[in-house]
C-alpha cells in the first residue's frame, strides 16, 4: 500500500511528463479499440448472416455432394424424411429445413441472367434461416408459382412485385430425359438481406413447387439445422454424423464459409499487427519516460537503499508507476473510443460512404451498412494491453534502478 | 559552429537515451517505407489485374450497354469491331487492343450443367491482354481446331470433367454442349482448363474463340462484339487519350454508336482505392502522434535535466535563439540518425520483398476483384528520402516546445535550480 502511494504521488511529480506518456498509450488503446471494435463487429456481423441467411449452424448433404461442387439432382438426398426424423431425435437439434437447390437461368423481358433456384419450404424455412423478416417490398410467399428475389437482383433485372420471370433449369432424369424446364414465376416480394450474395444471385421458390417442376419427388439437395446451443457445433455435427450414417455428409456453417472466415481472419490478423506496432512505439515512449525519471531520481533512490529499502520494494516501485501510467492511459483511450465505437455499432457505416456512393462486394456477406462491436470483452483486453505494456516496458528501467550503490547515487548531483 | 559543436556533444551525455529516441524515428521511417510500398504494390497489383482480366485501361462497348452491363445482353454490340479494333490499335499510347464477347450460356456436360459466362476472346491479342495462355492449369491453347474450349478450373470441377483440382486431364477428351442465346446447340472441345486465382473466372468462366462465340450470339452480321477492351502503355494515362480512342472508335463504328469508358469509372474499385489512401493518412497522423509525443518527452527531460546549464549559459550571454538552435540541433540529429537507419532498413526491406513477395495463398480468390495469390509490393526509390524527411520533420517538430521553453528560461532562477 504503501509503495502505491509512493508510486502515485511520483505519477504526479513530474505532471507534464506523465500527461505526454499518457497521450500516447492512450493514442494507442483508442486505435486499438476503433479498429478491433470495427473489425470484430463486421466479423461478427458477417457470421451472423452466414449462419441465419445462408447455412444454418450445420448442413447435411448426400455423402460426396459438397466436395464434387454442386452436382445434379440426381446425387440429391433421395429419402429426405427419414433423414430429418433421424437428425430430429437429437437433443441438440432445434430445427430442421429442407431445400433444393439447382443451377438456373432466369429470363425478364428479353435479359437473362444465372441465378441459384432455391426451394425453401415457406413454414419450416423460417424456423432455420431467417428471411421473412428480410422482406422490403411486397410479400412472404405461400406456394404455388411464386418467387422471392433479392433486391440486387430486382434492380439488375429492374423486376418489381408482380413481375412475371421465366425460370429455365435442368430437371432430373439425364440428357435425354431430362429436357430444360422453363416455368413462369410471379415475383411476390423482393428481400434486402445485407448478404451480396443472397441480395444478387438467388430465386427463391416454395419446395413443393420446385419439386414439381423438376420432376424431383420428395428430394432435398440438402437439409440446414439450427441447434439449440449453436456453441455446441462440433460436438452436435459429430453426433449428428453418426446419427444419419456413412451415406450422408454434414458440414458445419464454419467450414461451408470457410473462404470468408480464411479472408476474414487475414484482414484481422492484418488489423491486429498494425495495432500492435502502435503500441510497440508507445513502448518504446514509455521506456523513455521511465528511464528519464530514474535518472533525475537517482539521489532519491540511493536514499531509500540507503534507509534500508529492499532492492526488490525499489523494483515494484517503478513498476507500479508504469502500470498507473498504463492503467490512465488505457482508461483514457478506450473512454474516448468506446463512445466512437459504440456509435459504429448502433448506427454503423455505410459502405457507400467508403466507397464513393457505388455499392461495393468486397467478398464479405456484408453489404449497406456495417457496424462495429463494443464488447466487454474488447474493453478489457484494451485495459489488460495498456497495463501490461506500460509495467514490461518499466522493467528494464526498474531493475537498473535497484541495481544503484546508495553511496554512489547519494554523491550524484 | 560552437552550437552545432555543443549539439553532438550533448548527444553523447546520455546515450542510451539519444539511442532509444533513434529508434522510435527508425521504426516510423521503417513503417512508413514499408506501408507505403504495400499499397503502392497491392493497389498497383490489383489494377493491373482487374484491368487485364475485367475493365481494360479503357473499355468500349455499344451506347445503351453501360447500365445493363450485369446483364451482358447481346441484342447491342459496337459494330464493325474488327475496323474499330484496327483504328485504336493505331492511336499513340495504345498498346493491345482486345474484341470480347461475353454472354451468359447454358453449358452441358453428361447429366451435369451449369451457367457460366462464355468469354468470346481472340486468342492473338489476348497474350497481351487476359494472358490465359499463361494460365493454363491444363491442357494447352487455341490451336487449329474449330469450336475449341478453355474452361475455368472450378466450372470444369463443377460440369464434372474432373473430379478433384490435382486430377489429369486429356486434352480434347471432353465436349461441351453449349446453348446459346440465339438457340442453336453448338459442341464445344475442351482443350485446356485455366487457373487465375480468381473465382469469378476460374468457376464461372468458359473460353472460346471470338469468331464461334460471335456466331453463337448472332453477332457476326455487322462484325459486333461485345465490348472492346483496350489496354494503354501507361494506365494513368488514360483520361487524356480517351477522346483520340473515342474519335478513332467513334470513326470506323459510326458516331454515337459507341461510348469508352475508363477503368477508374467502371466497379467501385478505384474509389475503394482513394478510401485506402485516406484511411493511410489517418494512419500517418496517429503514426506521427505517438512518436512525437515520445520525441517530445525525451528533448524536454534533456532541457530539464540541464536547466542549470542552460541558465549558465544564458547567464554568460548566450542568446534565445541560439539556446533554440542548440536544442533544434540535437533534435535533427537525433532525427537523422534514427530516420537514416530507418530508410536503410526500409530499402533492404523492400528490395527483398519486392522480389520474394508477400504470399495469400488462395485466401483472396473469393473476392470479386482479382487480387493474386501474392502481393507484390512496390518500392519506388523516392519512398526513403520522404520518409527520412518526415522523420526529421516530425522530430524537428516535436522539439519546438521544449527549444522554446528552455529559451524562455529566466538566468537567475535556472542557477537556482538543483
Given amino acids: ?84 426424423a433421424a437428425a430430429r431425435a437429437l437433443p441438440d437439434v432445434a430445427a430442421v429445413a429442407e431445400r433444393l437447390s439447382v443451377a438456373s437461368l432466369l429470363h425478364f423481358q428479353g435479359d437473362e441472367m444465372p441465378a441459384l433456384a432455391v426451394g425453401i419450404d415457406p413454414v419450416a424455412d423460417n424456423q432455420v434461416f431467417r428471411l421473412q423478416p428480410s422482406i422490403v417490398a411486397g410479400r412472404w410467399f405461400t406456394d404455388g408459382a411464386e418467387g422471392l428475389i433479392g433486391d440486387r437482383m430486382a434492380k439488375t433485372l429492374g423486376i418489381k412485385p408482380g413481375d412475371v420471370l421465366i425460370w429455365q433449369a435442368r430437371a432430373r432424369g439425364g440428357p435425354d430425359a431430362a429436357p430444360i424446364q422453363a416455368v413462369e414465376v410471379t415475383v411476390v416480394g423482393i428481400l434486402s438481406t445485407g448478404d451480396p450474395a443472397l ?38 455435427a459429430a453426433a449428428l454424423a453418426a446419427a444419419i450414417g456413412p451415406d450422408y455428409e454434414v458440414k458445419t456453417w464454419r467450414e461451408l464459409g470457410r473462404d470468408f ?75 474516448l473510443s468506446s463512445p466512437l465505437v459504440w456509435l ?60 544503484l550503490e546508495p553511496t554512489a547515487a547519494l554523491r550524484r548531483v | 559552429m560552437t552550437v552545432l559543436k555543443m549539439a553532438w556533444r550533448n548527444l553523447g551525455r546520455n546515450r542510451r537515451r539519444t539511442a532509444l529516441t533513434a529508434v522510435t524515428v527508425m521504426v516510423v521511417v521503417l513503417l512508413l517505407i514499408f506501408m507505403q510500398s504495400y499499397i503502392h504494390g497491392i493497389l498497383g497489383q490489383t489494377f493491373d489485374l482487374s484491368a487485364r ?45 482486345g474484341r470480347r464477347i461475353r454472354f451468359f450460356t447454358m453449358a452441358q456436360h453428361d447429366d451435369r450443367d451449369e451457367f457460366p459466362v462464355l468469354f468470346g476472346i481472340e486468342p492473338g491479342p489476348e497474350r497481351q491482354i487476359l494472358q490465359l495462355d499463361r494460365a493454363l492449369a491444363r491442357g494447352r491453347y487455341f490451336g487449329d481446331g474449330r469450336r475449341e474450349a478453355i474452361l475455368g478450373v472450378g466450372l470444369a470441377q463443377k460440369l464434372g470433367l474432373i473430379r478433384s483440382p490435382a486430377d489429369p486431364f486429356v486434352p480434347g477428351s471432353a465436349k461441351i454442349n453449349l446453348l446459346a442465346p440465339r438457340g442453336i446447340p453448338m459442341t464445344f472441345t475442351v482443350v485446356g482448363l485455366a487457373r487465375f486465382g480468381f473465382a469469378a473466372l476460374d468457376d464461372r468462366a468458359m473460353f472460346v474463340r471470338f469468331t464461334d462465340a460471335q456466331y453463337a450470339a448472332d453477332l457476326d452480321p455487322d462484325d459486333m462484339a461485345t465490348e472492346v ?10 483520361l487524356p487519350l480517351l477522346a483520340s480512342v473515342r474519335a478513332a472508335a467513334g470513326r470506323a463504328a459510326g458516331a454515337g454508336a459507341i461510348e469508352v469508358v475508363p477503368w477508374q469509372a467502371q466497379g467501385w474499385l478505384y474509389n475503394m482505392a482513394k478510401t485506402a489512401r485516406a484511411a493511410f493518412g489517418v494512419i500517418l497522423f496517429i503514426l506521427f502522434f505517438i512518436a512525437a509525443s515520445t520525441v517530445i518527452n525525451t528533448m524536454m527531460m534533456a532541457v530539464l535535466e540541464r536547466t542549470r546549464e542552460l541558465g549558465m549559459l ?13 536544442v533544434l540541433a540535437e533534435a535533427v540529429a537525433i532525427g537523422a540518425a534514427g530516420g537514416v537507419a530507418g530508410a536503410a532498413l526500409g530499402i533492404a526491406l523492400g528490395l527483398v520483398l519486392e522480389r520474394t513477395g508477400i504470399p495469400l495463398g488462395d485466401s483472396m480468390k473469393g473476392l470479386p476483384i ?46 537556482r535550480t538543483v
Fill in chain 2, 314 to 326: 544564458l547567464a554568460l550571454g548566450m542568446k534565445a535563439r541560439e539556446v533554440v538552435g542548440l
Fill in chain 2, 370 to 415: 482479382p487480387v493474386g495469390d501474392t502481393i507484390r509490393i512496390d518500392f519506388l526509390w523516392w519512398y526513403a528520402p520522404l520518409g527520412l524527411g518526415f522523420g526529421i520533420a516530425m522530430t524537428t517538430l516535436a522539439s519546438l516546445w521544449p527549444a522554446l521553453k528552455a529559451s524562455r528560461l529566466a538566468p537567475t532562477e535556472a542557477l
Fill in chain 1, 1 to 84: 500500500m504503501f509503495l502505491a502511494r509512493l508510486a502515485l504521488r511520483n505519477v504526479f511529480r513530474n505532471r507534464r511528463r506523465s500527461v505526454i506518456t499518457l497521450l500516447a498509450i492512450g493514442t494507442g488503446i483508442f486505435t486499438l479499440v476503433l479498429t478491433m471494435g470495427l473489425t470484430n463487429g463486421y466479423g461478427r456481423q458477417a457470421e451472423l448472416n452466414l449462419i441465419d441467411l445462408e447455412y444454418g449452424h450445420l448442413e447435411i448433404f448426400r455423402a460426396g455432394y459438397y466436395e464434387d461442387k454442386l452436382a445434379g439432382l440426381e446425387d440429391a438426398i433421395a429419402a429426405p424424411a427419414a433423414v430429418e
Fill in chain 1, 199 to 236: 441480395d444478387g444471385t438467388i430465386l427463391f421458390v416454395p419446395l413443393a413447387f420446385a419439386r414439381e417442376s423438376l420432376l424431383a419427388g420428395p428430394r432435398a439437395t440438402v437439409l440446414a439445422v439450427r441447434l439449440r446451443d449453436p456453441d455446441r457445433l462440433d460436438g452436435a
Fill in chain 1, 261 to 335: 472466415l480464411q479472408l476474414y481472419q487475414v484482414k484481422r490478423a492484418g488489423n491486429f499487427i498494425m495495432v500492435l506496432v502502435f503500441l510497440a512505439l508507445v513502448s518504446v515512449g514509455i521506456v523513455n519516460t521511465m528511464l528519464m525519471a530514474t535518472y533525475e531520481r537517482q539521489r532519491e533512490i540511493g536514499m531509500f537503499l540507503a534507509l534500508g529499502m529492499a532492492r526488490r520494494e525499489v523494483r515494484r516501485l517503478f513498476l507500479l508507476e508504469g502500470a498507473f501510467l498504463g492503467m490512465w492511459g488505457a482508461v483514457a483511450g478506450v473512454a
Fill in chain 1, 344 to 403: 459504429l455499432q448502433v448506427y454503423g457505416l455505410p459502405i457507400a460512404w467508403i466507397s464513393g456512393g457505388k455499392d461495393v462486394d468486397i467478398g464479405f456477406p456484408i453489404r449497406g451498412v456495417m457496424y462495429g462491436e463494443l464488447s466487454a470483452g474488447l474493453v478489457i483486453e484494451a485495459l489488460a494491453l495498456g497495463v501490461i505494456l506500460a509495467t514490461a516496458a518499466s522493467l528494464w528501467p526498474a531493475w537498473r534502478v535497484s541495481r
Fill in chain 2, 53 to 97: 482480366l475485367l475493365t481494360g485501361h479503357l473499355k468500349i462497348y455499344a451506347t445503351g450497354y453501360g447500365g445493363r452491363e450485369a446483364l451482358l445482353p447481346t441484342d447491342v454490340g459496337v459494330p464493325h469491331s474488327a475496323a474499330v479494333a484496327r483504328a485504336v490499335a493505331a492511336v499513340p499510347g495504345v498498346a493491345a487492343v
Fill in chain 2, 229 to 238: 477492351v483496350v489496354m494503354l502503355e501507361d494506365r494513368d494515362r488514360s
